[in-house]
């Protein structure tokens, strides 16, 4: 079976996908990783490919119309802390493992990440 050569990946909801990095005592960031903690695998860290739109808001009704003569509206959704790009330290056991392309990444619920780590630090 022949290989899309473009196509593009979408996350729903909360959801972030992660490129994970290798076990490591020490992250990117200089944050050490406690061996307690590494040797029972409850956190790993990686890198952000791609996050979701962020958590949904429910539709607010406040028209007059019927159901069927309102305009659909686009969901709003709140977004996520995490950007593409950032190093995130996440549970382990909240994590499921795919592949795409022969390439092994990580999708986790946003509220499983413990802490972000961002090289652009803007004030």
């Known amino acids: 079976m022949a290989m899309k050569e473009s196509r593009e990946i979408i996350l ?34 990686g890198y952000i490919v791609k996050t979701g739109p962020g958590y949904a808001l429910p539709y607010h009704e406040d028209s007059e119309l019927e159901p069927w003569e309102q305009e659909i509206e686009e969901p709003n959704y709140i977004p996520l802390q995490a950007d593409e790009g950032d190093y995130a330290i996440f549970l382990r056991k ?17 509220s499983s990440i413990l802490v972000l780590i961002r090289d652009d630090f803007q004030n």
């Open 94 to 110: 909240a994590a499921i493992e795919i592949e795409i392309d022969e390439k092994k990444y990580i999708i986790v619920p946003h």
């Open 12 to 45: 729903i909801g909360d959801r972030v996908l992660i490129d994970p990095v290798e076990d490591k005592t020490k992250s990117p960031g200089g944050l050490y990783l406690p061996p307690g903690v590494k040797e029972k695998e409850r956190v790993q860290g």
